[in-house]
């Protein structure tokens, strides 16, 4: 019988589709669990994907009140062990937990949210920081922002930046026609309307646009154009989310506040060539990489667009990416914050 002091995981993140948030719990969590594999996931009872993590399950449901009581409840009479939380949120009565703030876009336009969503984030996010006995985050860019916002030590702090996950697609190419891959297209900081707002321009460059994205209650409702050169797909497997990308003559990701901007990381692993708007995140994260333009400035986006074909990294700077994002390192970083607090 294990002797090792216990470690438990905010599992509620299995209980969603995987985008960008709950892929970065999926890979941290495996690669945390293989330095110490008395880490356990916990999560509500029911059938979910647990992408081979090993798993307990206790109670129902898999929203907040499980989160928010459940889970607290539950580590209270299992010896009040250390809790790991990589989603963002967490059970605001347990004190012995680290959390992860992916960003603040809650805090940056009331558009891109709820009402209910922006007023829960904006209560939970600070006391959390507060609270917990370390913060996590992915980029130099938001523990920044997360110290500034809330006056928190950057000692306090700590960055285990994205990785690439594992990324399987089809050789064969999904469309017969040139087209560019829209990532997150329901949520409004994604920004996707400035690229489909370009339609007409880029009809004229024999370019579709093909967009995919989760609906949720949290974006509010959203309508697209009809139009013969833009297809909107809803939520897609893995394995054809990365066909698209791979087969794409480029991803465009034009969100002008993220975290990380992980699509970025996966399309230029796949050799995609990736245009984003130059922001100081995406310059942090991969330099000279992708293909920038300026700010919501159509003119310098098509100008951008010109660039894609010439504009690839190379092999190189490719291996040097792969070197610096990869869970196993991400994950050394968190277990030498968690061996301390752990007893």
């Given at each position: 019988?294990s002797t ?9 993140f ?6 960008g948030v ?7 969590a ?13 999560l ?20 907040f009140f ?5 889970l607290p409840l ?9 809790l790991?939380?990589?989603c ?10 680290i959390v ?8 940056k336009d ?14 939970l ?5 507060k ?27 700590n ?8 990324m ?21 900081r ?18 579709h ?9 949290i ?12 297809h ?7 394995k054809?989310y ?12 034009p969100?002008?506040y ?8 996966e399309a230029?692993?796949?050799g995609?060539?990736?245009?984003v708007p130059?922001i100081?995140?995406y310059?942090?994260?991969y330099?000279e990489?992708p293909?920038y ?5 159509a ?8 660039k894609?074909n ?9 291996s040097?990416?792969?070197?610096k994002y990869?869970f196993?390192?991400?994950?050394d970083?968190?277990?030498?914050i ?6």
């Amino acid at each position: 019988m294990s002797t090792a002091p216990q470690l438990y995981i905010n599992g509620r993140f299995l209980c969603c589709k995987a985008t960008g948030v709950q892929k970065y719990a999926i890979g941290l969590a495996n690669a945390l669990q293989k330095l110490y594999p008395d880490a356990l996931i916990i999560l509500p009872v029911g059938d979910y994907n647990c992408y081979g993590l090993n798993v307990i399950k206790s109670g129902w449901g898999s929203g907040f009140f499980w989160e928010q009581y459940w889970l607290p409840l539950y580590l209270w009479f299992h010896s009040r062990p250390l809790l790991i939380n990589l989603c963002n949120t967490a059970p605001l009565l347990y004190k012995k937990q680290i959390v992860t703030v992916h960003d603040l876009a809650f805090l940056k336009d009331k558009k891109w949210f709820s009402p209910a969503f922006k007023r829960w984030y904006t209560y939970l996010i600070p006391r959390l920081c507060k609270r917990a006995l370390a913060v996590i985050t992915v980029s130099e860019f938001i523990k920044k922002e997360i110290e500034n916002t809330y006056s928190i030590s950057s000692q306090k702090i700590n960055v285990a930046p994205n990785s690439i996950p594992d990324m399987e697609f089809d050789e064969q190419k999904p469309f017969p026609f040139h087209y560019l891959f829209l990532t997150g297209i329901y949520n409004e900081r994604k920004n996707a309307d400035f690229v489909i707002s370009l339609l007409p321009e880029l009809k004229k460059k024999n370019y579709h646009i093909v967009g995919v994205g989760v609906s949720a209650a949290i974006y509010g409702k959203k309508e697209f154009m009809h139009d013969e050169n833009l297809h909107i797909l809803e939520y897609v497997d893995e394995k054809y989310y990365y066909t698209l990308m791979r087969h794409a003559d480029a991803l465009v990701f034009p969100s002008t506040y993220e975290g990380f901007g992980i699509p970025v990381l996966e399309a230029l692993c796949l050799g995609t060539t990736a245009i984003v708007p130059d922001i100081p995140v995406y310059r942090e994260s991969y330099g000279e990489m992708p293909v920038y333009y300026n700010v919501s400035d159509a003119e310098s986006f098509l100008k951008a667009l010109e660039k894609i074909n010439i504009h690839k990294p190379s092999q190189k700077d490719l291996s040097l990416l792969k070197n610096k994002y990869n869970f196993t390192k991400s994950a050394d970083i968190l277990f030498e914050i968690i061996k301390p607090k752990l007893r």
